[in-house]
T-cell receptor
């Protein structure tokens, strides 16, 4: 069965600082990987996704993520964080042929200090 | 594109009543829709997978008689919480997956804004 681990429950960064949110997955074959962001009381917005090809994926809002098969990781990065980035971030993994079914990590709450 | 709506956005009901939540894909056809439940400050837990024209597939531990799912068309799925109790209070989120129209792309889900259910 596939699983996702987000080791950091909370992260606090200063505005303008760089950010990296960690995500490790467990899956037997090539996974489909996603990062979503959720603002309080809202649904999820897709930041970026990896299906195949270039392992460095660019997303919206200046986010990027790198797929590292050897480390089973898909960490999310942003070079300069804005106060509006404060939210909950979820990493998710889907299986090829899995019929769109996703497994989510427990999430990382990002706080941005001004 | 790929917009998913949910209605209502929040609902308060009395214990013992039933509540219906609608999930609509506005600009694409979704053969598969998913229903999630999210407790405060926790992750999304998949409740069931809803396929148009067939019975929903429920995850282990989810009471199918309590959480009735209907996916009558390619753009609408409904979740009915029957005989709701305070422990059913939660944030319910739906999502829609790839459809016959070719959008969204494979394995991608588009999420609705969620429905906050409070059972008194």
């Amino acid at each position: 069965a596939q699983s996702v681990t987000q080791p950091d429950i909370h992260i606090t960064v200063s505005e303008g600082a760089s950010l990296e949110l960690r995500c490790n997955y467990s899956y037997g074959a090539t996974p489909y990987l996603f990062w979503y962001v959720q603002s309080p009381g809202q649904g999820l917005q897709l930041l970026l996704k990896y299906f195949s090809g270039d392992t460095l994926v660019q997303g919206i809002k200046g986010f990027e993520a790198e797929f590292k098969r050897s480390q089973s990781s898909f960490n999310l990065r942003k070079p300069s964080v804005h106060w509006s980035d404060a939210a909950e971030y979820f990493c998710a993994v889907g299986a090829a042929g899995g019929g769109n079914k996703l497994t989510f990590g427990t999430g990382t709450q990002l706080k941005v200090e001004l | 594109g790929a917009v998913v709506s949910q209605h209502p956005s929040w609902v308060i009901c009395k214990s013992g009543t039933s509540v219906k939540i609608e999930c609509r894909s506005l600009d694409f056809q979704a053969t598969t829709m998913f229903w999630y439940r999210q407790f405060p400050k926790q992750s999304l837990m998949l409740m069931a997978t809803s396929n148009e024209g067939s019975k929903a597939t429920y995850e282990q531990g989810v009471e199918k008689d309590k959480f009735l799912i209907n996916h009558a068309s390619l753009t609408l799925s409904t979740l009915t919480v029957t005989s709701a109790h305070p422990e059913d209070s939660s944030f319910y989120i739906c999502s829609a997956g790839s459809g016959t129209s070719g959008r969204p792309s494979r394995n991608e889900q588009f999420f609705g804004p969620g429905t906050r259910l409070t059972v008194l």
